[in-house]
């Protein structure tokens, strides 16, 4: 009996163990994700290939049914003015800074929706300035949605 009960604890613990193991990793793939995304999203802002940019930009207009649902649609006029507004923002935090480096990513709740929130600081001598990227997952691809 009391081997049993060994085999059922040891089984129960390595179970145990592989699934943290799992998610660590599983977690580990979504924040490279997200930081890859952040940083090409940075990279379209600083050679001011704002189209491009706008693809990784989920649209925060006054339609619901596409708020945080959709990316913008770069072809209607003023939703190219709102990306290129957002991307020229970035773009002049990148042209006062030497370098930026990721934060880690938490999570937080805003607007009744789950956000991945990644912080980014962008150092400009002494100084270093946060922006507060809130991201969403859609269709196994991650967009940004809100920059603070």
């Known amino acids: 009996m009391k081997k049993v009960i060994l085999v ?10 592989f699934s943290n193991v799992n998610c660590s990793s599983s977690n580990q793939i979504q924040e490279e994700k997200i930081k890859n995304m952040v940083t090409k999203f940075l990279d379209y802002c600083d050679i001011k290939d704002y189209e491009s940019a706008g693809k990784y930009l989920l649209y925060n207009g006054e339609n619901a049914n596409r708020k945080y649902k959709e990316i913008f649609n770069y072809s ?3 939703e190219k003015k709102e990306v290129e507004r957002i991307c020229k923002k970035v773009n002049a935090m990148l042209i006062i800074s030497d370098s930026y480096t990721n ?12 956000w991945q929130v990644l912080e980014v600081f962008f150092k400009s001598g002494e100084q270093v300035l946060r922006q507060t990227f809130y991201i969403l997952e859609i269709a196994n691809n991650y967009y940004i949605g809100i920059i603070k």
């Open 8 to 17: 059922v604890i040891f089984f129960l613990f390595t179970s145990y163990l």
């Open 76 to 78: 209607n006029t003023d």
């Open 103 to 114: 934060g880690s990513i938490t999570q937080e709740t805003k607007e009744g929706i789950t």
